[in-house]
């Protein structure tokens, strides 16, 4: 297996990272399926409260929710195996862009260059108008604490109807795709003169299988680590079976 993964790695024109929930793993953040991920654990919660509808019903409660994530995202190191990814990158001299469906921002944490991230479902690092009156893209406020009352939920400067996480939620109308569609562009724009594109898909499961998807349409072969759910259903795809930073070693020891 080693060889395959160093014949694909070096026969690349470009590498994209395709990074799901399974990535913060060893950062000490829960993925989706484990043990004690989201959607293992407290998946009543987090379907209740990772809704647009719950900022109408319930807005208080709704940031809370998320002020419990972005502190967490902020108080957290992304592990080595992010920057030993990233330093394989450049001594390689590989061309990379990063697809991910997580919003705490790691990769740009740990010096990702900003313009090669797409996230695709938003980040925990902008806010939107609730309504949405408008298209604007606002930073987050820093969080310390829960907040105890609507007074301090951030309001839009422009109709001043309360902000919202500029996340992908479930069932989300409201969602304002300026960032993401920008995200999509600059890979369009990378990709275009690259055949060979090889992906890297970190700790992406199938409940929400939006980096599967990308990377089953977007690139010539892929290596795939995941603990749970490493099976490949291509000929040319290669699976490893572990967590991030493991898998992530074994590359480089490939490579």
Not at 47 to 76: E, K
Not at 125 to 133: A, G, I, K, L
């Amino acid at each position: 297996m080693k060889q395959n993964i160093s014949n694909l790695y070096h026969n690349a024109e470009g590498i994209v990272i395709l990074a799901g929930a399974g990535m913060g793993v060893d950062s000490g953040l829960p993925d989706f399926r484990g043990k004690t991920g989201l959607w293992t654990s407290a998946k009543e919660n987090f379907l209740m409260y990772s809704t647009a509808r719950a900022f109408d019903d319930d807005p208080v409660v709704a940031w809370n929710f998320y002020i419990d994530r972005i502190i967490s995202y902020s108080s957290t190191a992304p592990h080595q195996g992010f920057i030993d990814l990233l330093n394989l990158l450049k001594r390689t001299h590989k061309p990379y862009f990063v697809v991910t469906s997580n919003v705490d921002g790691h990769f740009q944490k740990v010096g990702y260059n900003p313009a090669f991230v797409h996230e695709i479902h938003g980040d925990l690092r902008h806010t939107q108008c609730n309504r949405p009156c408008n298209r604007t893209i606002y930073t987050m406020p820093q969080f310390t604490r829960r907040v105890t009352s609507i007074d301090e939920i951030p309001k839009c400067p422009t109709c001043n109807s309360i902000l919202k996480p500029h996340v992908m939620m479930f069932s989300d109308p409201k969602f304002i795709f300026t960032n993401v569609d920008r995200g999509m562009h600059n890979y369009d724009v990378w990709s275009a003169n690259k055949l060979n594109i090889v992906g890297i898909e970190i700790g992406a499961g199938t409940t929400i299988p939006s980096i599967r998807y990308f990377g089953n349409e977007r690139t010539t072969a892929l290596i795939r680590i995941n603990l749970y759910e490493s099976e490949v259903s291509r000929s040319q795809d290669i699976s490893i079976n572990a967590s991030a930073v493991d898998g992530i070693d074994q590359i480089i020891t490939a490579v």
